[in-house]
Nanobody, 124 residues
Framework: QVQLVESGGGLVQAGGSLRLSCAASGRTFSISGMGWFRQAPGKEREFVAAISWSDGRTYYSDSVKGRFTIIREAAKSTVYLQMNSLKPEDTAVYCC?????????????????WGQGTQVTVSS
């Protein structure tokens, strides 16, 4: 099993920045990539970004491309989401997810483990 714990959420004004962290523990040797998803009130969960452990390849949704950066620290089984130029529509609960033995990507079925999430609120 793999446990994921997110941190770094909070309240920020539009145009500001936040950095989320997700630390994995347990059988981390099985992790092949990690990703971030978000869910706003009344909306379905959506993909934000992902990164492959093996080659560092990154994936971003169009809505965050150019503003968010996903960073890995494989030695610590940790992934970060640097969020810049935040907008009110970025308000959501952000969850990290870990993929086992396969490449990560935008589809939820690629991930085997999920964190509880951290709230990000962007005020206008």
């Amino acid at each position: 099993q793999v446990q994921l714990v997110e941190s770094g959420g909070g309240l920020v004004q539009a145009g500001g920045s936040l950095r989320l962290s997700c630390a994995a523990s347990g059988r981390t040797f099985s992790i092949s990539g990690m990703g971030w998803f978000r869910q706003a009130p009344g909306k379905e969960r959506e993909f934000v970004a992902a990164i492959s452990w093996s080659d560092g390849r990154t994936y971003y949704s169009d809505s965050v491309k150019g503003r968010f950066t996903i960073i890995r620290e494989a030695a610590k089984s940790t992934v970060y989401l640097q969020m810049n130029s935040l907008k009110p529509e970025d308000t959501a609960v952000y969850c990290c997810a870990a993929a086992r033995f396969r490449q990560p990507g935008p589809a939820e079925y690629l991930y085997d483990y999920w964190g509880q999430g951290t709230q990000v609120t962007v005020s206008s």
